[in-house]
């Protein structure tokens, strides 16, 4: 269960900079920061609350110590060069304990759209595009396979994962059966397809994209 710290921020999710007045990033301490900011406001916010269910931005993971309103997971922050490879905060993430990040949303926000950034690329390199607008045949119903969907999917499980699950479903008429999976792949593969599923309609970039 995830474990807030207290006291808890006062108020809902930092807005986000693109939807300041005449779009400036207002909030963005340095401008290099900008290709990073393009996501949706309602992606960001629908992904803390899979993540969090609440508890924002102090919410801390007792096993996989994943941090903040989308719990990121030390792998996540060491592959966007915040933490190091022995789980010490880097110079460019500018802290050097958890509390002091779980306490900053920008610093979170900067994070997230970072690691987003960095799954983005990582996606349209990969052969999951490949299976943009295939129906896939759910636990709970039919669903499109969307870029939205593989974006938060990885974000929950990885990339491996997704592509192991889309495997397994593509090699079976592209229905979901979870009569074939392990206990431990029935875990993640039904998190990851109730990914793919909830998030498949949200838009995760703006049209313009900055």
Known sequence: ??????????GPFTPDPADTAAGELTIVPDRRFRPYWPITTVFREALGNEETRGLGYVARHPTSDALGAYQLTPVALRDIGWKDGNGAWTEKSGFTDDNSFLFSPLAQETALKEFLALNWRRLQDSDL????????HGQKGDFVLTQNGFVAAIHRSGEPAVEAYLKDVLGHGWVSDKSRWSEKQQQIYLLLETRLRKFADIPYLRLDEH
């Not at 269960?1 to 006062?10: E, N």
């Not at 595009?129 to 896939?136: A, D, K, S, Y």
């Open 1 to 10: 269960m995830l474990q807030p710290i207290h006291p808890r921020p006062k």
């Open 129 to 136: 595009t490949q299976h943009v607008g295939q129906i896939l």
